[in-house]
């Protein structure tokens, strides 16, 4: 189970506003935001889907620009 603290770290590390996270998922915000103050659980499938992309985010190396270019 997602811990509100988590999602909200997920939310700051996908650089994800609650309002971004409600349109990608097809919800109002005012229920992504019941997750975010822990008013009630975030959904399985959610709290998985989310863990998946922060561990893509934060493994994936930021690539080497050449200023330059």
Do not use: H, Y
């Not at 996908?14 to 959904?43: C, H, M, S, Y």
């Not at 889907?49 to 493994?59: G, K, P, R, S, Y």
Request: hydrophobic residues 45%; contains cysteine; glycine residues 2%.
């Amino acid at each position: 189970m997602m811990t509100p603290t988590r999602f909200r770290e997920c939310l700051v590390i996908l650089r994800w506003p609650t309002n971004v996270l409600a349109e990608i998922v097809g919800l109002q915000q005012k229920q992504v935001l019941t997750w975010f103050v822990g008013d009630k659980p975030v959904p399985p499938s959610v709290a998985e889907w989310l863990e998946q992309l922060v561990a893509f985010v934060t493994e994936l190396p930021v690539p080497k620009i050449d200023p330059e270019q």
